[in-house]
């Protein structure tokens, strides 16, 4: 019967959890949100690594693809988010991970999330963002980039 269900909606059943990393990009040093959503995906079946404070874009990017994700979650507060995600962005397709879904959160200005998207961030959530909703969004919207299947 599950295999019918994700036939009928398009998906087919992965065998191996979602691998999602959780970065805070820049000199944030506030993480109590990234924390919530990392202990909330994980509670959802997803494999979550988290960085930690003070990344780099070439060490979030260089984590992204040593353990090979499916999703990587930005977290900013400081408002650097517009010199930091470019340049994250531009990491992670130099690391050959154009794949990867990439969603942010934190304090961003809903007039700069267009710009984000074009960057290629698939969505922003803002603080308040049920986390059911960001668990769904994560689960519709990651490739399925396992190997040999």
Do not use: C, W
Not at 33 to 56: S, W
Not at 81 to 87: A, I
Request: a neutral charge.
């Amino acid at each position: 019967m599950v295999e019918q269900a994700a036939v009928a909606t398009g998906r087919r059943q992965r065998s191996r959890p979602l691998r999602v990393l959780i970065a805070k990009p820049g000199l944030d040093g506030h993480d109590r949100g990234a924390k919530v959503l990392a202990r909330a995906l994980r509670d959802a079946g997803m494999e979550v690594i988290y960085t930690g404070l003070f990344q780099t874009p070439e060490r979030i990017a260089r984590a992204a693809a040593d353990e090979d994700v499916d999703v990587v979650g930005l977290s900013i507060l400081s408002g650097a988010h517009n010199q930091l995600f470019p340049q994250i962005m531009q990491e992670l397709r130099r690391a050959g991970l154009d794949d990867v879904l990439v969603v942010a959160g934190g304090i961003i200005p809903k007039e700069d999330i267009p710009h984000l998207q074009a960057l290629g961030i698939a969505a922003v959530f803002g603080p308040g963002t049920p986390l059911h909703e960001i668990v769904a969004f994560i689960r519709e919207h990651a490739p399925d980039r396992e190997r040999g299947s």
